[in-house]
């Protein structure tokens, strides 16, 4: 069994991180140069994080994963209140007794 090494660490604080955000769709083609420009700002805590306190941010080591679109060096938010379900993808701690 090959076990993957991840470095884990918390989100800072409850402040939001605000970023701007896109107009309207992109187009598979040449976008228009006027979508370069958005006075439009969102929330990505409140976006993709549900329960803050059993929340954390891992960052993968190495290539197992690559078959789900999970690449060395990605970083994952892991939500340990979500029970898992067949068909998830889980983070687990393999530890030696």
């Not at 993957?4 to 187009?27: C, D, F, H, K, M």
């Not at 891992?58 to 970083?75: P, Q, T, W």
């Amino acid at each position: 069994m090959k076990v993957e090494r991840v470095s884990a660490y918390a989100p800072e604080g409850t402040t939001p991180r605000l970023v701007q955000a896109g107009v309207g769709r992109v187009p598979a083609g040449f976008p228009s140069p006027s979508q370069d420009y958005s006075d439009t700002q969102i929330d990505l805590t409140e976006m993709l994080i549900r329960d803050e306190l059993a929340t954390f941010i891992v960052r993968v080591c190495g290539d197992s994963m690559e078959g789900a679109g999970i690449f060395d060096g990605d970083e994952l938010i892991v939500d340990r209140s979500i029970e898992p379900q067949d068909g998830h993808i889980v983070v687990a701690v393999l530890t030696a007794q």
